[in-house]
């Protein structure tokens, strides 16, 4: 029987070691199946307490810690699989049992060394035990950082978005402060910026699934929302001016919608397409034309009749809009105009 706990023990600590690799080293679209129970579980439970919670900024503090706490349990839940393993390959060396094998296991992975069995063998597998702990908690200690890099390059553009529009950011109402203040010049950099912000997002969440589920330090934004905000704004200057608008509007639509794709791809499993496609065709005409007329009415260039400029915004929607709300749901983002997702905490 100890050695049939022997082969089950080194099956199960070469199913972690190949779940931390394609975690913390190799790059993939599907995600480790530990990673994705770790989020949905995590994120079941955080969605339900948040509802008992009153205040949508109590709420919003309250989720912040769901993407560092989905970290923390990672960790644990590997190191306590490398435990089980290693308790399960002691035990034919040991004598005492399973419990004696658990005890080497401990003291071997967190390199406490209060207990070993002696023998070549032993020796052995306390070395590789030993090694397994260090290397995975150096491995996450430098998976960190990089993390947390595509975090920060990822909130200073939302953050530069707020202060140019404020919170909830939305299409339309970016069109209108730059037209407002004299700043329509500025669109092209602005989708030029967002256009590469987009592509390095979309690799990263490639890389790092997690990133998708860390919030920003202001509660009423989100990447998400931040993102639909532009890629709506260009496909209305688009629409409304087809002529003089700049390209920076049609390339920025193109990569948000190939970028979306794969990212919702990646984090298909925590996400619902139908549900997604349903939420952006809640956007009406008469939404629609209500800013269609205040944007004209404040020197917008408007060129196209409504429903020319209707026909033509929705076109260029569809290609990225079911995508983008279907993750603002997923990662329970606030609510903004235009961004009407149904998970309401």
């Given at each position: ?10 099956g199960l ?13 190799f790059?993939r679209v599907?995600?480790p ?8 579980v995590l994120r079941?439970?955080?969605t339900?307490?948040a509802?008992?919670?009153p205040g949508y ?5 309250f989720l912040?810690?769901m993407a ?7 960790l ?18 040991v004598e005492?049992g399973l419990?004696?094998g658990t ?9 406490l ?19 397994t ?7 996450y200690?430098?998976?960190l ?16 978005l ?16 730059h037209?407002?203040h004299?700043?329509?010049?500025g ?12 592509a390095?997002?979309?690799?990263a969440i490639t ?8 919030r920003g330090p ?11 905000a532009v890629?709506?704004s260009?496909?209305?200057?688009a629409?409304?001016?087809p ?6 509007c049609?390339?920025?639509v193109?990569?948000?919608a190939?970028?979306?794709d794969?990212?919702?791809?990646t ?18 005409f008469?939404e ?16 196209a009749?409504?429903?020319?400029a209707?026909?033509?915004?929705c076109?260029?929607?569809s ?5 983008v ?10 609510s903004?105009p ?8």
């Open positions: 029987m100890s050695w049939f706990g022997f082969v089950v023990g080194v600590a070469l199913f972690t070691w190949a779940t931390v690799a394609r975690t913390l080293v790059t599907r995600v199946i530990l990673e994705r129970g770790v989020i949905l079941r439970l955080y339900a307490a509802r008992v919670i900024e109590r709420k919003d503090d912040s810690t560092p706490g989905a970290l923390l349990v990672q644990a839940v590997w190191l306590a699989l490398f435990f089980g393993a290693a308790a399960l390959m002691f035990w034919p060396f005492g419990d004696e005890r080497a296991s401990g003291s071997s992975l967190f390199t060394g209060i207990s070993g069995p002696a023998g070549d063998g032993p020796t052995a597998l306390i070395f590789v035990t030993a090694a702990g260090i290397v995975v908690v150096a491995l200690i430098a998976y950082p990089s993390l947390y890099a595509q975090f920060n390059a990822r909130e200073a553009a939302v953050s530069q707020e202060s140019l529009i404020g919170a909830p950011p939305w299409g339309p109402e970016l069109l209108a402060s037209q407002e004299g700043l329509i010049d669109l092209p950099a602005l989708y030029a910026r967002w256009d590469q912000l987009i390095e997002v979309s690799v890389h790092y699934p997690l990133l998708a589920w860390f202001h509660p009423r934004t989100s990447w998400s929302t931040s993102l639909l890629l709506d260009a496909a209305l200057y629409a409304l001016a002529d003089v608008a700049p390209v920076e049609r390339t920025v193109r990569t948000g190939h970028a979306l794969t990212v919702s791809r984090i298909a499993f925590a996400t619902d397409r139908g549900r997604g496609d349903a939420m952006a065709t809640a956007l009406t008469e629609f034309l209500s800013e269609y007329e205040r944007l004209q009415s404040r020197g917008f260039p408007v060129l009749s409504p429903e020319e209707w026909a033509s915004f076109d260029r929607r290609s990225y809009a079911p995508q709300l279907m993750l603002a749901d997923a990662v329970l983002a606030p903004a235009w961004a009407d997702h149904s998970q309401k905490l």
